[in-house]
């Protein structure tokens, strides 16, 4: 009864944030640009870029501070996560995260984003004044402490409370903002659901006039297949001050090592000319407690923006020790399927994990031998 309950709940929550989507409001977009920390806007992580920011119900990395904190409470191990971020115009932009399990089913994050330019030119505005009276710069930066926890089932949730810092030339804003998200895994298996609202708070203040906060709703899903292998994965994305925007994105590994990706983000308003903007693309590679990830993505005549990322995991993750598993078990199979055809008229019975076909050759389990497989020729 309780998984129904959770199910009819999220699909309504679901049903509820499309309606919020939907709504394409010209108020609303007119207000682009109007929001204080617009810095918050920019998502963190090489490999949630490279999949066109289609992350919400992925946010199995320590990047899911940011993208969804429900999905911290997954993790098995420790992890940290740095970004650094080559932006327009010598645009600094940085991440850090660390994510830690306790108990059961739990989890606490911390992350750091920043973003910084120096040199800037200073101009008095008066009409005789055409050279720059000077330099100065501009320093923006959030702390964030996440909890999550499972509720319970395979629904799980998230909040992260951000402390907000602004400093334009001398002048200071402050402000304080809430993350929450909540993350269904697996009801259809490989299928997960995530969904989160961002920016949660007041008006900060910053140059004596007062501006909201970019609160940003997002909610998505996601299809594993081939034991994991590759990910698709869809996301909704609405901001107060902006139009919804479409992001698709796919991970793919064909080797334990190496991991390719790529998405597309799409602006309802169509307002992009260049074919090119949009995409995204990048690769990770994988040396068991340290992957390596990077992120390309062209902005036309802006430029391209270069993501690149580090991720540390002290102990493994209980899905990166099944796909051992399942990989030695595959070496497994295919020693054995040769023995079995090499030889005639006998009996073979060797150890193997349950309900698995074996080049056509089933397991069985039996009260005298729970798992083995049996051939007879």
Not at 101 to 108: H, N
């Amino acid at each position: 009864m309780k998984k129904i309950l959770v199910s009819i709940l999220i699909i309504i929550l679901l049903q509820s944030l499309s309606a919020n989507l939907s709504l394409a409001g010209d108020e609303a977009y007119k207000g682009a640009g109007t929001t204080a920390a617009t810095f918050l806007k920019i998502g963190v992580g090489a490999r949630a870029t490279a999949m066109g920011e289609a992350f919400s119900s992925v946010a199995d990395d320590a990047t899911a501070i940011y993208w969804n904190p429900a999905g911290l409470s997954l993790f098995k191990s420790k992890e940290f996560s740095a970004m650094h971020n080559i932006y327009f115009e010598d645009i600094s932009h940085d991440f850090l995260g660390y994510a830690q399990p306790f108990g059961k089913d739990k989890a606490f994050g911390v992350g750091l984003v920043g973003v910084f330019i120096t040199g800037l030119e200073r101009f008095s505005g008066s009409p005789t004044t055409t050279e720059p009276e000077g330099t100065f710069a501009a320093y923006d930066g959030a702390l964030s402490l996440s909890y999550s926890q499972r509720i319970f089932g395979n629904l799980f949730g998230g909040v992260s409370l951000k402390g907000i810092h602004q400093e334009i030339d001398g002048q200071c804003g402050r402000g304080a903002a809430l993350d929450m998200g909540l993350l269904y895994k697996n009801r259809i298996k490989g299928l997960d659901l995530g969904c989160t609202i961002q920016n949660i708070g007041q008006e900060m203040k910053i140059y004596e006039r007062s501006f909201s906060l970019p609160l940003t709703i997002r909610a998505g899903s996601s299809y594993r297949l081939f034991r994991d292998r590759l990910t698709l994965a869809l996301d909704a994305k609405k901001p107060i001050d902006q139009e919804v925007s479409l992001h698709l994105g796919t991970e793919w590994w064909p080797f334990r090592i190496m991991a390719l990706r790529g998405g597309y983000k799409y602006k309802l308003d169509n307002i992009e000319k260049d074919p090119l903007t949009g995409l995204t693309a990048g690769a990770g590679f994988n040396f068991r407690w340290l992957q390596l990830e990077y992120a390309y993505v062209p902005y036309a005549n802006l430029g391209d923006v270069h993501r690149i990322s580090l991720l540390f995991r002290f102990g493994r993750r209980e899905g990166e020790e099944v796909g051992k598993e399942e990989e030695e078990v595959d070496e497994e199979y295919h020693t054995l399927s040769t023995q079995i055809f090499s030889q005639e008229n006998h009996i073979i019975e060797k150890d193997l994990n349950p309900n698995q076909e074996i080049d056509g050759f089933i397991l069985f389990e039996t009260k005298e031998s729970p798992k083995k497989l049996s051939y007879e020729d």
